[in-house]
């Protein structure tokens, strides 16, 4: 099945019982037994629930794995991964992570002993040089947030292995149409599914796959336990936004293609950051390891107050945090996503006060980038 039918076909079609075309909302907590300890399928909804099973069926399908897992938020699903490691454990992760990943592991996991180091992992050579006795995982996001660095999967996950740590991918801004990490040696993927496979700026979940029975278990273990799943209203909104994640995700990055474009000759713009450009430096590797480049893209134009004017000026980018939707929006990092940031750190790397990003959507051209135009008449 090509990717396309695979976000409509897999997964669980339907419903068994009715033959109804779409999973119905199982608004339920708990399920009547046939004799005590004698359930027919399902017991209590924290441990399982048909219209989240069919979530969990769609993302374990998509991402190519053998078990997928829902949660009640991206940080949800990454708190629960944390959790498969224990007091005095060390974690490598991506730099520039997402900031609420940032600071879940020095705000919160630090006081519970797990300890953290952020390299620069869009260099393979620097994670060898950070492996010590205790690291037991290697936490990437490609392409990263804000300024669309992007790591070699197969090469880290590589280098990973053969200290025996586990490879984790924050696949939120490839989604699976584009990156697969699991087929490129990647342990466990996981996703803010707020963004692209919900796209319509309605629901907060995440998502995670894995590979392995073993840690499967584990994490259903740790799900079950810590109870941070997703509802099935939830659940049934993302089967829904899931369903067009392939024409979306294709119509994002035609939009962009153009975006960047126009925003590489413009005079005010000092510089773009998007892996489809030939100048970005790992363009060669996100070539190979994503079948599309996605619809993120950053740009420099020198100061907080030129970024603040074009923000003012801009009709059909909409101020917000979060990305991934229908409609275009924007954000400076420096204020917003990243404020979370000690201002030192973002300096160091490189996400400047002139910073904008884009989560470029799905409306006509002509218009996003006349609006952009009118906005940088600086
Ligand atoms: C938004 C985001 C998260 C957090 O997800 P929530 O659903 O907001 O909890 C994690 N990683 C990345 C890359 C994100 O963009």
Redesign the pocket.
């Given at each position: 099945m090509k990717k396309k039918t695979k976000l409509i076909h897999g997964g669980i079609f339907g419903d068994e019982h009715t033959g109804a075309v779409s999973v119905p909302i199982y608004q339920v907590s708990t399920y009547k037994q046939d004799g005590p300890g004698r359930p027919k399928g399902y017991e209590y909804s924290r441990t399982g629930n048909p219209t989240r099973h069919a979530l969990e069926e769609l993302i374990k399908d998509v991402e190519e794995g053998d078990r997928g897992f829902a949660f009640s938020?991206?940080?949800a699903a990454m708190s629960a991964i944390m959790m498969l490691f224990s007091q005095g454990d060390h974690i490598l992760l991506t730099d520039d992570v997402?900031g609420?990943?940032f600071r879940l592991m020095t705000k919160v996991l630090n006081r519970f002993g797990l300890e953290a180091t952020f390299i620069d992992t869009s260099n393979l050579g620097n994670i060898e040089k950070e492996i010590k006795g205790n690291t037991k995982a290697l936490f990437l996001?490609t392409p990263t947030?804000p300024l669309l660095k992007v790591t070699d999967i197969a090469g880290a996950a590589s280098v990973a292995k053969q200290f025996g740590l586990l490879t984790i991918v924050?696949n939120?801004?490839s989604t699976p149409y584009w990156q697969n990490p699991l087929t490129l040696g990647a342990d466990i993927v996981l996703h803010?599914a707020?963004?692209f496979l919900g796209g319509h700026s309605d629901v907060?979940?995440?998502l995670a796959a894995v590979n392995d029975k073993i840690i499967g278990d584990k994490l259903h273990f740790i799900q079950n336990s810590t109870g941070g799943v997703l509802g099935p209203q939830d659940s049934w909104l993302l089967l829904r936004g899931m369903k067009t994640l392939g024409i979306r995700m294709e119509e994002h990055e035609q939009n962009t293609k153009e975006i960047v474009k126009f925003l590489e000759r413009h005079k005010h713009v000092l510089k773009v950051y998007y892996p489809g450009l030939k100048h970005h430096p790992n363009h060669e590797i996100a070539k190979r390891q994503a079948r599309g480049f996605g619809s993120m893209v950053s740009f420099d134009v020198g100061s907080e107050e030129k970024a603040e004017e074009v923000l003012r000026r801009l009709n059909y980018f909409t101020l917000a945090e979060s990305?991934g939707a229908v409609e275009s929006l924007i954000s400076i990092p420096a204020l917003m996503t990243h404020a979370s940031i000690p201002a030192a750190r973002r300096k160091e790397l490189g996400i400047t006060d002139g910073l904008i990003r884009l989560s470029v959507g799905i409306e006509d051209i002509e218009d996003l980038i006349g609006d952009l135009e009118q906005a940088l008449k600086l």
């Open positions: 938020s991206g940080m997402y609420g990943s996001e947030n924050d939120t801004f803010s707020t963004k907060v979940a995440g990305l």
